[in-house]
């Protein structure tokens, strides 16, 4: 059976739950989005739940917020079609929803209050777009990748041992 996360922002306008199989914080997205949003490190922690088993209580508390995206350049900007929801009230983050892949949702692991399994390492991902102030701590386990990394979500806690059936 899934793991049931239950999350909250800050003020507490909005509570949800979601179910996943994949709870453990491992990935870190230095994006700017990512980070500009809701990573006060300079980067976020994105998890994975069962987008159909997401339950939500103060839904008039929720904004979404469509980045704009463009190449490195600066040209062909195009906006996002991930859903960044998040509490108008106290500006949490809360989770991303993004109709191409309509299965999942990706809840911020800061606005998860249940306790998380601990990962046995970290991926670093994005750091082609970290600022200079930012300095990962890497350790000898993790992976780093400018970009994406090579596997999924899924196929990384099946690897770990970390999926919850």
């Known amino acids: 059976m899934p793991m049931r996360l239950e999350g909250s922002c800050r003020c507490g306008a909005v509570k949800f739950s979601v179910d996943s199989h994949c709870p453990a914080p ?4 230095y994006c700017s989005i990512c980070r500009k949003t809701a990573g006060g490190g300079g980067y976020a922690i994105n998890l994975s739940g069962i987008a159909g ?15 704009e995206i463009c190449d490195d350049d600066g040209g062909n900007c195009e906006t996002s079609s991930g859903e960044r929801n998040f509490c108008k009230k106290c500006a949490s983050a809360l989770w991303l929803y993004d109709p191409t892949w309509p299965d999942l949702v990706h809840p ?39 970009l994406y990394p090579r596997l999924s979500i899924a196929d990384w806690h099946r690897k770990h041992g970390m999926w919850v059936d």
């Open 53 to 67: 088993s997401l339950k939500v209580r103060g839904r008039k508390a929720l904004g979404v917020y469509r980045a």
């Open 108 to 146: 911020f692991a800061s606005a998860i209050d249940t306790e998380l399994p601990v990962p046995p390492s970290r991926v670093h991902l994005m750091l082609r777009y970290k600022p200079g102030w930012v300095v990962p701590r890497i350790g000898k386990t993790d992976e780093s990748y400018d």
């Open 26 to 29: 491992y990935q870190l997205c």
